[in-house]
């Protein structure tokens, strides 16, 4: 097990294969690690649920459990040690894995008993990193300073003032990785800036808004969600279609 990840810079959640073949799960995680997209999230804060034939799929692929980085959330409402163990190995099972790269927090817990569990499951080797869930990115900076945190998992909502505000996000940090979760509407295909922009480089507007986020400064790790190689190949493509200066720094004031 290894002491220090390096995160893919595109996170694939695997939710939405619930409904396909094992051996559709199969080719999903082998063409996510041809692509580059090697981090895998598991997020139980919401209304996700997630098939115990994952871990199986993953374990049937051929790759192998060092090539890839897992992270989880495994959501709100555990209030004690034991609940935070059970749920841990909830997911360990269901991802049939003996450890987590990295475990991120969403519940209130007193700060004596949340690390104490950190502690317990560190030293038995079910995890190796720990990160915080924020409702909005850069809530918990000051959080951030005295716990032993070392990613952030947010939300982002795309959205022309969201997109301008995102521009004053300081530049990445050595000790922080930031996991951003975009969600977006359907207004971009509407935005005659946006679209002319686009396809200066050959991508659509929602195509464009996703480069533009990976290549920020603060060096954005973003989730992708979906059960498609088609929509793996786009994140793959806008990730690696270069932006020009004047374009990444202009396109804000467009929107």
């Known amino acids: 097990m290894r002491q220090r990840n390096s995160y893919s810079r ?12 094992k051996g559709k799960k199969i080719q999903l995680f082998q063409h996510c690690v041809e692509k580059g997209i090697t981090s895998f ?13 994952l871990g ?22 555990l209030t004690e040690e034991q609940a ?9 099972e269901l991802l049939d894995t003996d450890y ?9 817990v007193p700060s004596e008993v949340l690390l104490s569990a950190i502690k317990k499951l560190r030293a038995v080797g079910k995890i190796v990193e720990v990160g915080i869930v924020e409702k909005r990115l850069g809530e918990k900076k000051a959080f951030l300073e005295d716990f032993p945190a070392s990613a952030t998992l947010s ?3 795309f959205t022309p003032a969201a997109v301008k505000s995102l521009t004053l996000a300081e530049a990445a940090s050595e000790g922080i990785t930031q996991m951003i979760i975009p969600e977006s509407g359907d207004w971009e295909n509407e935005h005659e800036e946006l679209q002319k922009a686009a396809g200066k480089y050959n991508l659509r507007p929602k195509e464009l808004l996703f480069a533009w986020l990976l290549h920020h400064k603060a ?3 973003a989730v992708i969600k979906g059960n498609s190689e ?3 190949d786009s994140a793959y493509k806008a990730f690696h279609t270069s932006i020009i200066e004047e374009d990444f720094k202009k396109l804000p004031e467009r929107l």
């Open 56 to 77: 199986a799929a993953f374990s049937e692929s051929g790759l192998s459990r060092d090539q890839v980085q897992i992270a989880a959330c495994p959501g709100t409402n």
């Open 219 to 221: 060096q954005f790790h």
């Open 230 to 232: 088609a929509i793996i």
């Open 41 to 53: 999230l598991i997020d139980l804060s919401g209304t996700q649920s997630y098939t115990h034939d």
């Open 100 to 108: 987590l790269d990295l475990l991120l927090l969403d519940f209130d």
């Open 84 to 92: 935070i163990f059970d749920r841990v190995d909830e997911i360990l």
């Open 155 to 157: 939300a982002f909502s």
């Open 10 to 21: 595109i996170i694939q959640d695997p939710e939405a294969w619930q409904q396909l073949s």
